[in-house]
């Protein structure tokens, strides 16, 4: 059963979890002195994080869900009998809408946890300081970044310095006092803490680190965040990084473009992947979007033909939909129990493209290049140049159904279903119960 913190309210959340990975103590609230005073317990807390980061609201599947929804534009359908997520679907949200809720808070709870642990660095074995540093920060800056996306005016609208972000919240929160009440920075504030974290991450990270964040993930992620904010160079050079170091140490783009999902276990082409197995783990990606004849439900999400018309013959994209409980299917999410990928080595390569297009540079390679790697494997001819429409194009096809659409919608200026990338309903509500706890600091987006 999930567990849920409001970041008003506290209530000594450090060890909030959805299954067993984290069971130090009996209780929510521990002792600071008993949990966070060993390496070992610190350590614990860590696995915490990614326990937390991994919930069904988070990079469990609903954070690319939500995207996906919102940017549907005709192509996608949400045919679900949950409200919720029809209301992100229809861009009606209600302030009570209770998986928008639940992002929050568990995003808060993520954020809490890395508070602590990095509250309690110092105790680390020195060996290990600057890996578990790099990492807390690496889960803080995406946590920070995924909420002020979703809860803020995306950085293409304007006025960074003076729209509404979201709190950030930065030191270990253990009880309830007048800082538990914390205003929203602006969106500009908050962008610059994402960038310090995942800066200071990715300088800490190790090139390695089994299925947890590395180097080139942290790398991965400041891309995202540079292009957000239209920064094309750093978008270049951090995606220029990433491919750098991760191709040095075994990752590779898989064979096939279906080899890259339905995994039990990670593959070359994961730079960041949750893992999942009947055992462990969340994957509402596959919930909501398989079918009863695979483990999912009733096939919440279909894929229409004004996305499907978007392939041309021989595309293996298109090959993996297929048509199941009425409709078609995303192949990607079909099979029950495996891997979901956050950040797969395909995307550094879109994004290096698109960046040393807009700047006029051939950074790491040309652009033309790197989009053909990815027309290549699957199963497309070489162009022999490119303009920004054919990368746009690559990049929505090489990434459909994977969490990226609304963030892209909105950072290119485009509309979804009629609404403009910059329009109230094209923001999450702040959760009503926060802004009824938070004794008038937090203030409720526009619209709403």
Request: glycine share 6%; hydrophobic share 40%.
């Amino acid at each position: 059963m999930k567990k849920y913190i409001s970041i008003v309210f506290a209530l000594g959340v450090l060890f909030t979890s959805c299954d067993k990975k984290l069971d130090i103590f009996p209780e929510d609230s521990v002792a600071d002195e008993i949990a966070l005073t060993t390496d070992v317990n610190v350590k614990k807390v860590l696995n915490g994080a990614y326990d937390a980061i991994s919930s069904a609201s988070l990079y469990g599947g609903d954070l690319f869900l939500f995207s996906e929804l919102l940017a549907a534009n005709g192509e996608i359908r949400w045919e679900g009998t949950f409200n919720q997520p029809r209301e992100i679907w229809l861009k009606s949200m209600l302030t009570t809408n209770s998986y928008v809720r639940d992002s929050w808070l568990d995003a808060y709870n993520t954020i809490n946890v890395c508070n602590n642990i990095l509250g309690a660095i110092n105790v680390v074995n020195t060996a290990d300081q600057n890996r578990v540093k790099g990492e807390a920060l690496f889960m803080r800056g995406a946590m920070f970044f995924e909420l002020v996306k979703f809860f803020a005016k995306p950085y293409s609208a304007g006025s960074v310095t003076s729209n509404p972000g979201i709190p950030l919240i930065l030191t270990p929160t253990r009880g309830i006092d007048q800082s538990s009440f914390v205003a929203r920075s602006t969106v500009e504030q908050v962008y610059t803490q994402i960038l310090a974290d995942l800066t200071e991450a990715e300088n800490l990270l190790p090139n390695t680190n089994s299925v947890y964040a590395t180097k080139p993930a942290a790398s991965a992620m400041l891309s995202r965040v540079y292009l957000q904010m239209e920064r094309f160079a750093d978008a270049r050079d951090a995606a220029n990084r990433g491919i750098t170091v991760a191709t040095a140490n075994g990752k590779s783009l898989a064979a096939s473009y279906a080899a890259a999902f339905n995994n039990s276990s990670n593959v070359a082409e994961y730079l960041l992947a949750i893992q999942v197995s009947a055992q462990d783990g969340s994957n509402d990606m596959h919930l909501f979007w398989s079918i009863p004849s695979y483990g999912g439900r009733d096939g919440d999400v279909s894929i229409q033909a004004s996305h499907t018309a978007l392939y041309s013959s021989g595309d293996a994209r298109l090959d993996l939909f297929y048509s199941g409980a009425g409709d078609v299917r995303s192949g990607k999410w079909q099979q029950q129990y495996k891997v979901l990928p956050v950040i797969r080595l395909a995307e550094l390569y879109l994004t290096r493209a698109e960046a040393n297009l807009r700047s006029s540079t051939s950074i790491g390679d040309s652009p033309v290049n790197d989009v053909n790697r990815i027309r290549n494997r699957a199963g497309l001819t070489s162009l022999g140049s490119v303009v920004l429409a054919d990368i746009l194009a690559e990049r929505k096809l090489e990434l459909a159904h994977e969490g990226h659409a609304v963030h892209d919608l909105k950072r290119l200026k485009q509309s979804a279903d009629g609404f403009a990338y910059n329009a109230d309903k094209m923001v999450f509500p702040i959760p009503q119960r926060e802004v009824d706890a938070s004794r008038g600091t937090l203030a409720q987006n526009s619209g709403y």
